[in-house]
């Protein structure tokens, strides 16, 4: 796209499907950079991914000839592929449906790169269900709880 100029930051964050904790520090930096490519691999700039057991985190630089939904559903199927086919767990690997996104100014970029770099001391003070309604709520986002948790259903 000749002369196309754009500068869009996403913090993206999706959950195991029940929010089982599954994610294994064995396998979890690899997985975060799979997860990376995969959105690289969409024409995105992947700044960081990390998580936790149950969720991850993205941090990215959207390219605006893609959807953030288009970006999410490759992530998260070929992720889950990886995973399965890899063997290893032994129960099948799914993410929950859905995800968070928010958007970022460039000023906001070294916050948010650590905040996500961060995420194993940031859980330990607080579940992934408060965090993830603290972000709804500061974003103003609305949202129906009952449709947030998959295991609360």
């Known amino acids: 796209m000749a002369n196309t100029y754009y500068q869009l930051y996403v913090h993206s964050v999706f959950a195991i499907k029940f ?3 599954v994610i294994g520090k ?13 959105i ?3 024409g995105c700039k992947t700044y960081i991914v990390n998580g936790v057991e ?4 993205c941090f990215f630089g959207l390219n605006p000839a893609v959807s ?14 990886w995973v399965n086919e890899s063997g290893i767990l032994q129960d099948r690997f799914e993410w ?6 928010f958007s970022y100014s460039h000023s906001h970029v070294d916050s948010v ?5 961060n995420q194993e001391e940031h859980h330990k003070k607080r579940s992934f269900s408060e965090e993830y309604l603290e ?6 986002t609305e949202h129906n709880k009952k449709y947030l948790f998959e295991d609360l259903i």
């Open 19 to 21: 929010r089982n904790a």
């Open 26 to 38: 064995v396998w979890k930096n690899d997985f975060n950079g799979i997860i990376g490519n995969l």
């Open 40 to 42: 690289n691999e969409t």
């Open 54 to 57: 149950d969720h991850v985190h």
């Open 68 to 81: 953030i939904s288009d970006v999410m559903r490759s992530v998260k199927a070929k992720s889950s592929k």
């Open 96 to 101: 929950q449906k859905g995800f968070g996104a």
């Open 113 to 117: 790169f650590r905040y996500i770099q």
């Open 135 to 140: 972000l709804l709520t500061k974003f103003e």
